[in-house]
């Protein structure tokens, strides 16, 4: 039987608007639900456009101030704030948990990569300068300062939101702005912790706000004329949402979307050391991650093999309570997620794709709760909904290939471009696979997550923009040009 979190064990339920705690917002409340029971765990105020005023208001007064602190000190901030991050681990994945559902053996790491993107946006907060010009005509000095927007609307999924924080809130603070985050409403306990934590680390009230809400706080917010920079992380539709309500003052916008990603196998791969991935695509907080391998092409000579090796694998995966560290599958989000996946695995049954395992909603004490079996399907054909769409749940979609440039056509055939990955021993291939593959970013033979100091986005459907590395912190500054005569 799943434990249901105690709700005493919470975060205070309240929109954090510079150092002020607002329990009672405009945007009404919204029932919190744990994925691992399917029962609420608090009311949970939501921003309206008043409190996304407030919180503009906020942001705006602290964004000089941070802004103008000299930068030996902003650095000490975010070195400070990672260090509270590492020591709120523990507290910070127990939250994240109850947020989403997902296993705290995917969690647990969350908050120390968060901790080590603000080491490594820190380091820059003393070197962001600009650039001397050669300039014309004659006796003139021309230079460039990088600037900061000024106040930017931060938009995160539910999927992972201290990881999400940490992606964009290290840079765009590193580079001296003030920022709004609208955590969603799915998942607001460790978006709040971490709004806590910002000002126990020192930064200056104001400079940074979470109010949770849903499309109607998130509407608001991206079309305020006191916003600057717009960053979502989410997905495509929501994404046009945000598009349409920023044109208004054209704020300009990055995006992090989704992905259909495409793991391509060659039949010389090291297979053990492709084991170890194999299942990504669904293992990965429930296969609800952006950059999951989604899609498996597997050459035709080790396809069956492959596949034998595939299925027994995803029978024997542990699935269940979210908090026990032996769980390496845990529920998705909600209800309406279930029905979607459900459906979409009933459709790739009805049109021909060889189910070799899972496929069901799971029973028994996991009944309750939003489960689903780890699901693999085999002769999945290219333009099914099954290999376009992304899924985001447990479902992996396998296929085979003959030639290596016919690898390469299936995998760059999806509206998407985030991740690809490749596994072969054959080094000129692996190079000609990654600069042919349409993405963000390709991985060849092995995963290293997204360590702080690459660059990460999408092509395509899959976003405009990095994050990450210098990409990262240049997304959230603004170069000057002055020229000044001399003579
Ligand atoms: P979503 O688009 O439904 O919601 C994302 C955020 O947008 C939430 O905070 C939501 O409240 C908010 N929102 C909804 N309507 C809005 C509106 N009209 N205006 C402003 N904000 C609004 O996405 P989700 O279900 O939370 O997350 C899953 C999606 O996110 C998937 O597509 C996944 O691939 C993508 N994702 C991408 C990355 C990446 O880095 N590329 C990372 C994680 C998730």
Redesign the pocket.
């Known amino acids: 039987m799943i434990t249901h979190p105690d709700s005493a064990t919470l975060p205070r339920r309240a929109l954090l608007i510079g150092d002020r705690h607002v329990e009672s917002a405009s945007g009404g409340t919204h029932t919190h639900v744990y994925a691992g029971t399917g029962q609420p765990t608090a009311e949970v105020p939501l921003a309206g456009a008043r409190e996304i005023d407030e919180a503009v208001a906020a942001a705006r007064k602290a964004a000089p101030l941070w802004a103008g602190m000299p930068r030996d000190q902003r650095r000490d901030c975010l070195i400070r704030l990672a260090g509270l991050l590492r020591e709120n681990a523990a507290e910070l994945t127990r939250l994240s948990v109850i947020d989403n559902g997902v296993v705290v053996a995917t969690q647990q790491y969350g908050p120390h990569v968060a901790a080590d993107l603000f080491l490594y946006n820190a380091g820059w907060t003393d070197k962001i300068g600009g650039e001397v010009i050669s300039t014309w005509p004659g006796d003139a000095l021309d230079y460039t300062l990088d600037e900061p927007y000024g106040v930017v609307a931060v938009?995160?999924?539910?999927?992972?939101p201290v990881y999400?924080l940490g992606?964009v809130l290290a840079p765009a603070l590193a580079a001296g702005n003030a920022i709004v985050v609208?955590?969603?409403?799915?998942?607001p306990y460790a978006a709040l912790r971490f709004g806590e934590l910002c000002l126990e680390a020192g930064l200056p009230a104001g400079t940074v706000n979470i109010v949770p809400?849903?499309?109607?706080?998130?509407?608001a917010?991206?079309s305020h004329p006191g916003i600057d920079k717009i960053s979502?992380?989410?997905?495509?539709?929501?994404?046009r949402?945000?598009l349409s309500?920023a044109q208004k003052n054209m704020t300009p916008v990055q995006?992090?979307?989704?992905?259909k990603s495409a793991s391509i196998v060659f039949d010389d791969a090291d297979l053990d050391a492709f084991a170890q991935m194999g299942l990504a695509g669904i293992v990965n907080n429930a296969g609800?991650?952006?950059?999951n391998p989604t899609r498996l092409l597997v050459q035709r000579a080790i396809y069956e093999a492959v596949l034998e090796r595939l299925a027994a694998t995803a029978r024997a995966l542990p699935v269940g309570d979210p908090t026990d560290p032996a769980s390496v599958i845990g529920p998705v989000?909600d209800d309406r997620a279930v029905q979607r996946i459900m459906g979409m695995i009933e459709r790739a049954k009805a049109d021909g794709s060889r189910l070799l395992a899972g496929g069901e909603r799971m029973g028994g004490d996991l009944a309750g709760g939003y489960f689903i079996q780890p699901t693999v399907f085999a002769d999945v054909a290219h333009k099914s909904e099954l290999s376009q769409c992304?899924v985001?749940g447990p479902v992996l979609a396998v296929m085979p290939f003959d030639t290596e440039e016919e690898a390469i056509a299936l995998a760059n055939d999806t509206e998407f471009g985030?991740a690809g990955y490749v596994w072969t021993q054959n080094l000129k291939r692996a190079h000609r696979c990654a600069r042919a593959l349409v993405a963000g970013n390709v991985w060849v033979n092995g995963f290293t997550g997204i360590p702080a100091a690459i660059p990460?986005?999408?092509v395509g459907q899959?976003?405009v923009g990095r994050?990450g590395g210098i990409h990262g912190l240049r997304e959230f500054l603004r170069p000057k040009n002055i020229w000044m005569a001399m003579g």
Not at 213 to 219: I, K, L, M, V, Y
């Open positions: 938009i995160i999924p539910w999927n992972g999400a992606m609208k955590p969603p409403e799915l998942a809400g849903g499309p109607e706080g998130g509407a917010l991206t979502f992380t989410g997905s495509g539709a929501t994404a949402h945000i309500s995006l992090e979307l989704g992905g609800q991650g952006c950059i989000i992304e985001f985030l990460f986005g999408g899959s976003g994050l």
